[in-house]
């Protein structure tokens, strides 16, 4: 499992956390003593890049989620995340997929109903991308 760090410019910043988080799968937290860590270890150049290696990962997805949320349509945003998360698509339910993608339940059931009848996806037994081309092409243009 990749590592991510949490709170960083709070840290930094020295403010209050201003958020929550909850684990989708297993994982672990790690509580640090941010007094002791700042004393200790941010003069060492391994840390210090490995943190601005979290920090430029997190400002990449937050350009995907400003590209996602402005340029694609709501048939754009499903069909990229069916090409790129198809194996989670099998396990997660389609109210929880529609949350990711900030979309209404019933817009991701009309869609992937148009999808099935375009022969692009099957979902019957098991989920499948039929047609992953054709997905491509509503979001890469």
């Known amino acids: 499992m990749p590592v991510s760090l949490i709170a960083e410019l709070a840290n930094f910043e020295n403010i209050p956390y201003p958020a929550t988080a909850e684990f989708t799968c297993r994982g672990e937290i790690l509580k640090i003593d941010y007094k002791k860590l700042e004393e200790g270890f941010f003069k060492n150049p391994e840390l210090s890049f490995q943190i601005i290696k979290s920090l430029a990962g997190k400002l990449k997805i937050m350009s995907e989620v400003i590209t996602n949320e402005i340029v694609l349509t709501s048939e754009a945003k499903i069909a990229k995340f069916l090409v790129e998360n198809g194996e989670l698509f099998s396990t997660l339910k389609n109210t929880k997929v529609a949350s990711l993608l900030n979309l209404t339940?019933?817009?991701l059931s009309r869609t992937l109903t148009k999808?099935?009848?375009r022969g692009l996806i099957r979902t019957?037994?098991?989920f499948k991308v039929l047609d992953e081309n054709a997905l491509v092409e509503m979001y890469a243009n």
């Open 124 to 126: 019957d037994e098991n």
């Open 115 to 117: 999808f099935k009848k």
């Open 105 to 107: 339940p019933e817009t």
